[in-house]
């Protein structure tokens, strides 16, 4: 690997550089101070090619430019500096990527994986310190054992749903429209079926039925059609083999569809939010728990009670679920809303956006039902006010549900298909 010599950034530049990467960035700052300080860099020459199995000792980040992850010679995406998905490494994110490829170079900096093993010992408790001692010794081996696969970066992530995928691609391509996005959607009969449900339904106040995929694509628009099919195909990833798990993953995706219809409606309240883009938010608001649920169906057998679970995701669903988003290539004000998406207390300047609508679908999730306790004090909730639903009392919240009861059931069971 040829390596260039640039002039060497101090310890507090490298530390705003990368503070931000993932998972290194999670360390405390002493060890963020020595693993930076043993940083490399390297200038890609155009058509460079990487191997993963060559650089497993490694955390590769990329700085400038961009790079083309490959599978089997297939491509299966782009890492680009500046976004998201560039504060992850390299190789590790997705089993699948074994070779990337620079076509107009790019600079790179790698870390040294043993080196940030040995600091994140080290380091380990930053993590399970955040949680009450109380668990059993079962519950604590299972709690450090996802904290770690979290941290290493070995948590199995959901892929993200081909249908949808090949959506979002054609969407993005200009030579492509209603006909060719019509064609991959009819390779999808229960996706097929659900959009031209959507497209049928009371909330798009059709004034005649549509029949045809293409009818439905066309009533719907492609903006639209990519965001509903990648919503719709959401429900395939909420699965398991143990029944707890499987009850879990569940009543997760049914709460998940009561938010997400929720903000459906909150945001057509808002100029210059899209309710449709509102309605992906508040289902993908909790998608950090997938993997957090997948990792607990493997090892079922040593988990007693779900106390263990709640605690783990209350911990690492946020950051597991930026990390799952910033894989699946989403962009960074979705990103910031499943890392903000917690703060009931949260607070900005500027117009209304979608962490505030999904905040306050959340706070109206709870209201009036066994999960109230979880909810703090309407005055505690900014996003609420923004909305028009934060007077102090909850009469105001009462009647936006009651009047868009109707309509909520409606989006519901468009979800749960």
Request: proline share 4%; aromatic share 6%.
């Amino acid at each position: 690997m040829a390596e260039q010599s640039p002039a060497k950034p101090s310890n507090a530049q490298l530390h705003r550089l990368f503070s931000k990467f993932v998972p290194i960035g999670q360390l405390g700052d002493e060890q963020c101070k020595q693993l930076f300080a043993c940083a490399h860099f390297e200038e890609l020459a155009p058509r460079s090619l990487l191997h993963a199995d060559e650089e497993y000792a490694l955390l590769t980040y990329v700085l400038q430019g961009e790079v083309t992850s490959l599978s089997g010679g297939r491509v299966v995406g782009t890492v680009k500096a500046g976004t998201r998905r560039a504060l992850l490494p390299l190789f590790g994110c997705d089993d699948k990527v074994d070779r990337a490829i620079s076509q107009l170079g790019a600079r790179l900096v790698h870390f040294d994986r043993p080196l940030y093993q040995r600091l994140h010992e080290l380091h380990s408790g930053a993590v399970s310190e955040t949680v009450e001692i109380g668990l059993s010794k079962i519950e604590d081996d299972i709690f450090t054992e996802i904290s770690k696969a979290f941290t290493e970066r070995s948590l199995e992530l959901p892929n993200f749903p081909d249908v949808a995928l090949k959506i979002r691609r054609a969407v993005a391509d200009e030579n492509m429209g209603v006909t060719e996005v019509s064609q991959i959607v009819q390779a999808d009969p229960v996706l097929t079926g659900r959009l031209i449900q959507v497209a049928n339904s009371p909330i798009n106040r059709a004034w005649c039925e549509t029949q045809t995929v293409r009818d439905a694509v066309s009533r719907l628009g492609l903006d639209s059609t990519r965001t509903l099919a990648t919503t719709l195909a959401m429900k395939q990833l909420f699965n398991a083999k143990s029944p707890m798990i499987k009850r879990r993953m569940q009543a997760m995706y049914q709460h998940s569809a009561y938010i997400s219809a929720i903000a459906y409606l909150l945001a057509q309240r808002v100029s210059g939010l899209d309710a449709e883009r509102a309605l992906l938010a508040g289902l993908v608001f909790e998608i950090g728990t997938v993997p957090i649920l997948t990792f607990a169906d493997k090892c079922v057998a040593r988990i007693n009670d779900e106390s263990v679970l709640e605690r783990a995701i209350d911990n690492l669903s946020a950051p597991v679920g930026a990390i799952v988003l910033g894989a699946w290539d989403f962009d960074a004000e979705l990103i910031d809303m499943v890392e903000g998406g917690e703060n009931w207390a949260r607070s900005h300047d500027g117009d209304t956006d979608y962490t505030d609508v999904v905040l306050a679908a959340r706070w109206l999730s709870y209201l009036d039902s066994e999960r109230a306790s979880r909810a703090p004090a309407m005055s505690e909730v900014p996003a609420l006010a923004r909305l028009d639903l934060g007077d102090g009392s909850l009469e105001l919240a009462r009647e936006f549900l009651d009047d868009a009861r109707d309509e909520i059931e409606v989006v519901q069971q468009l979800l749960q298909g």
